[in-house]
């Protein structure tokens, strides 16, 4: 094993598990039965089609179950019983994840086997596979390049293809983790690529419909991980590239205490990939997650259709579960401290970072703590999500949760002694309208009756889901008073602001953990949300014309001068709010979608001033389309050629009216059939118009769809339901509701403090690659009102949070001007069809570090240019994205930068849009595509670039990206060209001419030893076939000082030959290159066979390997 990804990402990582604070061992690429370690028991597999080790798995299964008087009572029956469960479970036709989920309750909680005559009455017992109390009990392996055979699969000779997981992770003998290593390297993707890869291996791309992977493998699997070493993300075998998380906090250790399980001599290249290796896999942190914080539940994936997924922690909730716990541990009660009980607190974490999972792994944890399983649990929550998650919790233990949803319930269920979870749950508040309709009876927040004192144990935990809302209620008040000795803690997504926040931290004590917007950011768990502000110019109405151009329509206002137009309009909601408002703000809401989130496939809300403004808004929005519609048929239609001719125009030469008809017109099939939506609550005195609005099913239907991706217009017929574009609502939905599709909120309603903090989340969550960002546009002004409720916040509990656009646009300034710097440019663009000029600038690229810095700075000019689009403000910089593209385009082909070169279609469909529609403009869409070196129009590629510095420069870079990919194959030869490669580089510096005549002539050697055609060697060595050629190489190099009579050259080639038909004999074996113990048989013959030669028998030792190194990478030749 060798390269850069072995050497900077794979080989530190084993070191660091492998460190004596860390306890696994190591070994690599066990294959069967035959392989054993030196002075260990076999590493027993049955073959590359077992993902088990059971030679270590029965021996720990001895070893973990013991009958009280310490005998074992575990048989080889009772053993196959145990691991035929642990591996065959899962309902029929379920898949890997019932499987998987079958396996990981036996995994957590053992399985029953026949019971033993004698002992406990015969009954059954259930066998334990993992000590999960004493970590240092079990056994903990790590392997490297284990190969599992692919079902089903075969490669082109006819023999089982395999997948080779770079490492997987083995307690007890069961595969727990599995890791996939990329290369260290700044170009984009490489992280992507192991997800990928991990997704394959686990046959989850369902894209692909033959058989990529090894189920049998995952069947066990808790944890994925793919890493860089500078990236490294954490999932489980379901998730999708989005759903993979940073680990930035190793808690408990510090960064000393990481640092401590290092000590190889990259791990500088490695610095994510060991906080996450510290945190994750340390032997016990392991078992902790495994036990109590992976979770299975059901997510929506299209309209109507849900599927089971497998979850794993994120960092910041491990340690909010442990800070919990402690404080649970070691916080006096309420009788010691003699006033308040000290063990609660709250749970601070941002909108959109798992707080309902928190909760679920809290509970789980507590379960499983010694002084802490004895706790009844009570939880005051609205959502039947959480409720639903924690019941499967509840039920996986063997307790059946209690659900109170009356008052009259909670004396009964409260007042039992049992160690029971209990939900308190609490009705949704959707208008005030709604409110006064409750019962009673019902438990909303300020009509529930007291109780008095129901159960005064110490041993009661009331975790309360959104803090912030319920505090302050009756129905929290009440339960203090019944439960007066029990702890409590606070889960918010949203700062507890203003003049409640002392009385939030009095209520539940001070914070346990805080997670903030800027983390949640900074960690990708969600997406930065932009701020726009907008009031419509008829609010003035003072006999100013409206102008009917887009750019026109509406302006942005200050703070200062919204308050003026509040003055002059004493009641400025009529005002907003009449109809003709509300069909121009609809108009431009309408066309502000179209020309941005529609195109990426994103989606929106409308929140309204009221229920009837919700529906009127509809109206409007559907008129708006209509309207829109009408004017690009109209421009496609007119003689004039108003359409065509925008479309001819360069993107940054059309008008802002002219950008939305080609903006609209791309999306026109799609355009004229979505639908807006209201969800608003019912009412008594409703418009009897409005009842499909408020029904809860309909309400349901439109979530769904809403929800769901636009579907291909050409698939819809008369009787399919309409997509659903954006929802309007009053105050529904603004909080608890989830859709990650949506990326923009138009808010036409005044809002403050928390309820405005969390409608503006509704368009953090991340949603793919694409979703860079979420945008809050704002008709109501109440930009004022968020940054007051924003700094109402302690400045270092408040990070994050919206952004003007004004200050992206700033950002893009600066980014222009980075960009220019590295390329040397002055405010003068060249003209990208000079091919010279633009290879001028691509030669300052040929350092690969300046290269690397390019890319970063391009990737960060073009995302926040894409966040703009298609804002005036972007019309200035839409030649120099397409410059800057293209120059890195011209970079990737020269520098042979095939796999980690700049790629137009990684960041939003309109940058790449713009980028490719430029290179087909010039007419160099075949010219600047990557070549390989054997490649049949490599020369012609070559000769057409304008310079000798460019032609020797594409020719270098293209033999050096050959070699080493292709230096296992023969590496004497391949030695010998990257010797001569570097020996031109340094005779011929900044002598372009000459550079070009000696690569011509390296080149075509290189791709003469590429072929079997070799001009350096005799002809009767050109003979032989390219692995043959590889061998006497490799033999002659070590035999010989360089100079070879005839009988020497004769007799190595006889023994060449003798060589190849040992491989070839070996090869008849269909695992030959996937098993150890058959490679270690092929190297003992040619070991045998150079040994009895008495040219190579004193090199023998270092030749065998070499050789079978060099049939290894030639097997096609066999």
């Known amino acids: 094993m060798s390269g850069p990804e072995y050497k900077y990402v794979e080989a530190p990582l084993i070191a660091q598990l492998t460190h004596r604070t860390m306890g696994w061992r190591h070994v690599v690429g066990i294959q069967g039965a035959e392989l054993q370690a030196p002075g260990a028991d076999p590493y027993i597999r049955h073959g590359a089609d077992s993902a088990l080790l059971t030679g270590i798995l029965r021996r720990q299964l001895g070893r973990l179950n013991r009958t009280p008087n310490g005998t074992a009572w575990l048989d080889d029956a009772r053993v196959a019983v145990a691991i035929s469960a642990l591996s065959k479970g899962g309902a029929p036709g379920g898949g890997l994840i019932a499987a998987n989920e079958a396996s990981t309750q036996a995994l957590i909680e053992g399985v029953a086997v026949p019971g ?164 994750v896999l340390h032997p016990h942190r392991l078992l902790d997650i495994v036990r109590n914080f992976v979770v299975f539940k059901d997510i929506e994936v299209s309209e109507g259709r849900t599927a089971r997924v497998k979850n794993g922690p994120r960092y910041q909730q491990y340690r909010a579960v442990h800070k919990a716990v402690e404080r649970l541990l070691t916080g006096e009660t309420k009788q010691v401290h003699g006033k308040d009980d000290q063990r609660g607190g709250i749970v601070w974490h941002t909108q959109g970072s798992g707080k309902s999972l928190t909760m679920v792994f809290l509970v789980r944890k507590l379960r499983s703590t010694p002084g802490l399983g004895h706790f009844k649990i009570v939880i005051v929550t609205d959502r039947r999500q959480l409720q639903k998650q924690l019941a499967e919790t509840a039920e996986l233990a063997g307790e059946k949760p209690d659900v109170i ?168 909601s009529v005002v907003l709010n009449a109809d003709d408002m509300i069909r121009r703000k609809a108009r431009h809401m309408l066309r502000h979608y179209v020309e941005g989130a529609m195109k990426e496939g994103f989606k929106a809300q409308v929140v309204a001033h009221s229920r009837g403004i919700a529906v009127r808004y509809r109206e409007a929005l559907c008129d708006a389309r209509d309207e829109l519609v009408a004017e690009v048929e109209k421009a496609a239609k007119a003689p004039a050629r108003t359409l065509g001719k925008a479309q001819d125009l360069p993107a940054e030469d059309r008008t802002p009216k002219q950008r939305l008809l080609v903006s609209a017109h791309k999306q026109i099939a799609l355009l004229k059939v979505i639908d807006f939506v209201p969800v608003i609550s019912p009412d008594s005195e409703d418009d009897p118009a409005w009842a499909s609005w408020s029904d809860g099913n309909a309400q349901e239907n439109a979530i769904t769809a809403f929800r769901s991706p636009f579907p291909n217009p050409a698939e819809l017929t008369a009787e399919s339901a309409k997509p659903v574009a954006i929802l309007i609502v009053r105050t529904m939905l603004l909080t608890g509701f989830d859709a990650p599709i949506e990326q923009v909120m138009y808010l036409d309603r005044r809002m403050r403090e928390a309820e405005l903090l969390q409608a503006v989340a509704r368009v953090n969550r991340t949603y793919g690659e694409k979703k860079q960002a979420g945008f809050v546009v704002d008709y109501a002004g109440v930009s004022r009102a968020l940054l007051d409720a924003m700094a109402a916040y302690a400045s270092d509990e408040a990070e994050g949070g919206t952004v003007k656009i004004e200050v992206e646009e700033n950002k893009l300034e600066h980014q222009y001007d980075a960009l220019r710097h590295h390329l040397g440019l002055t405010r003068e663009l060249i003209d990208p069809s000079d091919t010279a000029a633009v290879h001028r600038l691509v030669d300052t690229l040929e350092d690969e570090e300046r290269r690397i810095t390019y890319r970063k700075l391009l990737r960060a000019f073009l995302n926040t240019f894409d966040l703009l689009l298609p804002r005036e403000a972007t019309r200035r910089y839409q030649r120099p994205a397409k410059l800057f593209g293209f120059i890195a385009q011209v970079a990737k082909q020269r520098f042979s930068e095939e796999e980690d070169g700049f790629d137009p279609a990684a960041y939003g469909e309109r940058v790449a849009e713009l980028i490719n529609e430029h290179v087909k403009a010039l007419g160099v869409e075949r010219a600047i595509e990557p070549t390989r070196l054997t490649s049949d129009d490599f020369r012609t590629k070559v000769e057409q670039l304008p310079s000798s510095r460019a032609k020797a420069s594409m020719m270098a870079h293209a033999v050096r990206n050959h070699i080493e990919l292709h230096f296992q194959e023969n590496p004497v030869a391949y030695n010998r060209l990257r010797e001569r490669l570097e020996e031109i580089l340094k005779k011929y510096a900044e002598d372009w001419a000459q550079q070009l005549e000696a690569f011509e002539n390296l080149s075509q050697k290189t791709q003469d030893v590429a072929e079997g055609r070799d001009s350096g060697l005799p002809e009767d060595v050109r003979s032989l076939s390219k692995l043959e050629q590889a061998v006497y190489q490799q033999l002659t190099a070590v035999v010989t000082d360089g100079v070879i009579t005839d009988e020497a050259r004769l007799d190595l080639i006889g023994l060449t030959r003798e060589v190849r038909a040992v491989a070839v004999r070996h090869s008849a074996r269909k695992d030959l290159f996937y098993n150890t113990a058959a490679l270690h048989d092929l190297q003992s013959d040619i070991w045998m066979l150079l040994a009895v030669n008495d040219r190579t028998h004193p090199a023998v030792d270092s030749l065998a390997p070499a050789v079978r190194e060099i049939i290894q990478h030639n097997k096609k030749d066999l």
């Open 405 to 572: 949803t009356h008052a009259s319930e909670v004396p009964k269920v409260l007042a039992l002694e049992n160690a029971g979870l209990v939900f308190v749950m609490i009705q949704k508040q959707q208008d005030a309208e709604k409110a006064r309709q409750n019962a009673a009876d019902s438990l909303a927040h300020e009509a529930t009756p007291g109780w008095g004192l129901i159960n005064n144990r110490e041993g009661i935990l009331i975790l309360v889901d959104e803090a912030h809302r319920s505090h302050g209620s009756a129905l929290h008040q009440n339960l203090m008073e019944s439960l007066p000795n029990a702890a409590r803690i606070g889960f918010t997504g949203t700062p507890i602001i203003m003049n409640r926040r002392k009385l939030t931290t009095t209520t539940f004590g001070e914070f346990i953990d805080t997670y903030r917007l800027k983390d949640a950011e900074d960690d990708g768990a969600i997406v930065p949300i932009y701020y726009e502000g907008h009031i419509a110019k008829g609010a003035v109405n003072e006999g100013e014309t409206l102008d009917e151009a887009f750019e026109e329509e509406f302006e942005e206002l200050t703070d200062e001068q919204y308050d003026e137009l509040q003055k002059r309009y004493a009641k400025s």
């Open 116 to 279: 033993v005559d004698g002992w406990d009455g015969g009954r059954a017992q259930k066998v334990r596979f993992v000590d999960w109390e004493a970590p240092e009990n079990n056994d903990f392996l790590v392997v490297s390049q284990f190969p599992m055979t692919i079902p089903g699969a075969r490669d082109d000779h006819g023999k089982p293809r395999k997948l080779i997981a770079d490492l997987v992770l083995f307690v007890n003998g069961i595969p727990l983790v599995v890791i996939e290593c990329k290369k260290l390297k700044a170009g984009q993707g490489d992280a992507h690529k192991a997800i990928q890869q991990l997704r394959r291996y686990a046959n989850q791309r369902r894209d692909s419909f033959v058989p990529e992977g090894s189920e049998q493998l995952f069947r066990t699997v808790q944890l994925t991980i793919a890493t860089t070493g500078d990236t490294a993300l954490l999932g489980t075998f379901t998730s999708r590239p989005q759903d993979y998380v940073v680990w930035r906090d190793a808690h408990p250790f510090d960064t000393e205490r990481v640092e401590e399980t290092t000590f190889h001599k990259h791990d500088a290249f490695a610095g994510a990939q060991k906080v996450l290796t510290a945190g």
